[in-house]
């Protein structure tokens, strides 16, 4: 099956070698022996043939990346997908484009500014606390989904993270209630617990 897709990927038919990458990708390491054929395909004109190759390679692993001025330039694109795609690409030099991903947090598409939270989060590390405070401002979105990933992007960036999480948490509390500092404190000892649980989810939650 490998040596089958490996061929596709001279296809003529463009989106029959954009198809090829992705299958390569989602096979992961075991599509080891498709890498030459994937690096080519990072130097096709059509963006989507582009990302679709760089995904893969991310996927597979071994070493084999875009530049990552190409992928920063892809950011800019005017198709969402790209965008997106330009994102994953980034993945583990996440810290070396920061400023460039926190601009996508606030993004016009919902799943770039999801993918951005997600790979700030699982890829950066507690190298991204500078972005804590634009992570802080997802945590306002209209949308369930970046809110989410930008909460568990929160909790892996590790203390200082976490604390701006939980500081959030109190004060929405003290909102809701009316009453800052009536009774006792929910989040004694540094931790609500729901707030505990929802720490330990974060760290117990393998990036992908």
């Avoid at 976490?162 to 809701?176: G, V």
């Avoid at 009316?178 to 006792?184: E, L, R, S, T, V």
């Amino acid at each position: 099956m490998i040596a089958g897709l490996s061929r596709a990927l001279e296809d003529e038919d463009a989106l029959a070698r954009e198809s090829a990458a992705m299958a390569l990708g989602h096979m992961g390491r075991a599509s080891s022996s498709a890498v030459p054929g994937l690096v080519r395909l990072l130097g096709e004109e059509d963006p989507h043939l582009r990302m679709s190759a760089a995904w893969a390679l991310v996927k597979i692993g071994g070493g084999e990346r875009p530049p990552l001025s190409a992928l920063v330039s892809d950011l800019r694109d005017a198709d969402p997908s790209i965008r997106a795609g330009a994102i994953w690409g980034i993945g583990i030099e996440a810290q070396e484009a920061l400023p460039e991903l926190l601009r996508m947090l606030k993004d016009e598409d919902l799943h770039v500014r999801i993918v951005a939270a997600t790979v700030l989060g699982n890829t950066a590390g507690p190298r991204a606390a500078s972005a804590i405070p634009d992570l802080v401002s997802a945590l306002r979105e209209g949308e369930c989904c970046v809110r989410m990933s930008a909460a568990m992007a929160l909790g892996r960036i590790g203390p200082k993270g976490e604390k701006a999480l939980l500081d959030l948490i109190r004060a929405s509390r003290r909102t809701d209630s009316g009453k800052a500092g009536a009774g006792p404190d929910p989040t004694a000892q540094g931790r609500s617990p729901h707030a505990a649980e929802l720490i330990a989810s974060f760290r117990d939650r393998d990036p992908k």
